[in-house]
């Protein structure tokens, strides 16, 4: 019957790429901010403000690079945390093949340690100012990576602060967007590709020009009205 078919054929083949786009969704959520920072700033008072918010207030507002920085990492830490399950989850399934290593695969390992490399220093950048102490004075941009150090931003994120209130507020943004986008984009997905239908192909394309617009520019209109 179509409804075996469904959950006995559909749903398993799918079950890679659902996994994929659930996890880049709930690390897109976590990183939220425009929207938050422009319909509510957080409030009221402090309920709806996620982690990133509260990174941003600490560093530009107060001027306290090291804490932000070192919050930074704990974001950093869930995200790649998620990005292994990520990798993993994509791995799965997939057959050993002997690929021959012709001199294209080499330009594209040389041109990929390039970008790491190159896209490392920012990591490696606010790891150093984790551990810089609170008001000190900076002149040019090696004075981030100069002593005296400190240690005590981390301690001070998980005991004496309110980053577990942010981050539940992120979890909840990533896990509820997340599940509804999932279960509504999967659910029109399969009816533009497999139900055939009158006007199917210009609802596809109303869909495309709707991603195609920005997120932030939206939440203008949305908010007034």
């Not at 509260?54 to 998620?82: C, D, Q």
């Not at 984790?130 to 981030?144: A, L, P, R, T, Y």
């Amino acid at each position: 019957s179509s409804k075996q078919q469904l959950f006995y054929i559909t749903v398993p083949l799918l079950k890679p790429t659902i996994w994929l786009v659930s996890l880049l969704q709930l690390i897109a959520c976590f990183k939220v901010f425009g929207q938050i920072q422009l319909i509510t700033g957080g409030g009221p008072g402090s309920t709806t403000r996620p982690l990133i918010q509260y990174i941003y207030e600490t560093a530009f507002s107060k001027n306290n690079m090291g804490y932000a920085a070192a919050m930074s990492y704990v974001l950093f830490a869930i995200l790649l945390v998620l990005s292994i399950v990520q990798q993993a989850l994509q791995r799965e399934g997939r057959t050993n093949m002997i690929k021959r290593k012709t001199p294209g695969y080499w330009v594209l390992n040389v041109v990929s340690i390039f970008l790491a490399i190159l896209f490392i220093g920012p990591v490696i950048w606010a790891l150093a100012v984790s551990f810089q102490i609170e008001g000190k004075q900076i002149v040019s941009v090696f004075d981030w990576f100069t002593p005296p150090y400190t240690l005590q931003n981390y301690p001070e994120i998980i005991l004496n602060s309110s980053v577990p209130t942010w981050l539940k507020n992120s979890l909840i943004i990533a896990v509820v967007t997340t599940g509804l986008t999932v279960i509504f984009s999967a659910l029109a997905a399969y009816a533009l590709a497999k139900l055939p239908f009158k006007g199917s192909n210009v609802v596809f394309m109303y869909f495309m020009l709707g991603l195609m617009v920005p997120g932030e520019a939206t939440i203008v209109p949305l908010f007034i009205t």
